[in-house]
């Protein structure tokens, strides 16, 4: 197995050094560098993974969770160490066994960060939202509206939010099958939408895109699923 190389050894004083992978990392960042700046939640973007990492408490530990169509979600714990704008994330006990370093910089005003990350198994770019306590939601929430009456081919859907999240609970129906359920996940990015479909009782998890109508009353788009998708459209009730 190949040594993990950290860029700013040598380039920094008195940042990391030189960390092989089969040592203990945290035996040499733990005297050097303190946790900073680490905000409550990372939304994170590897390639076309996105992910989120959410903190544990105060701590400089975070637990994070992988998605991509049509791909069974990955899940690791990470360790972030900073100092100065520099940052430095181990990710272990990934469920796919991949585990990463990852090297980076915060952006101005710490509430970005991006740099490259290696892995056992290949590496590349990554970038990250940092959102902190007190911030207001990501997705504009008051556009999500009570419920959405969605159509997929032959099943008819119905999405109920839960309260003023973005989180609702869906059910699909069709003439001579089992109803099936899921829990949704909106995001909504100007007019671009995005939901994911997880938990669903038929094991069959989703991913969807589209866009929101310029009046906001209707969305369309297109979805791909552990098996199958197609295009489904929806009306938002208010």
Known sequence: MYPYWHPYYGGHEGFFGVLPYEADPANVISAQAQPFGLGQRWIVQEGAWRAVWTRRGN???????????GQQ???AVLTIYTSGPLVFILRRNSSDGNNCNYTGNFGAGGRTASGQNICNRGGGA?????????D???????????????QEGNWNAVWTRRGNSNVFDGRWTQSGQTPVTAVLTISLQGNNVRVQRRNSSDGNN????????SNGRTASGQFTCDRGGGSWSATIVR
Do not use: H, K, M
């Not at 990554?126 to 007190?134: H, K, L």
């Not at 989703?206 to 109508?213: A, D, P, V």
């Open 206 to 213: 989703c991913e969807y895109r589209g866009t929101l109508s």
């Open 136 to 150: 207001q939601p990501r997705p504009p929430q008051d556009r999500l509206g009570r419920r959405w009456n969605v």
């Open 126 to 134: 990554w970038s990250a939202v940092i959102e902190r306590r007190g």
């Open 73 to 75: 979600d990955i899940t």
């Open 59 to 69: 701590s400089n530990v975070f637990d994070g969770r992988w998605s991509l169509a």
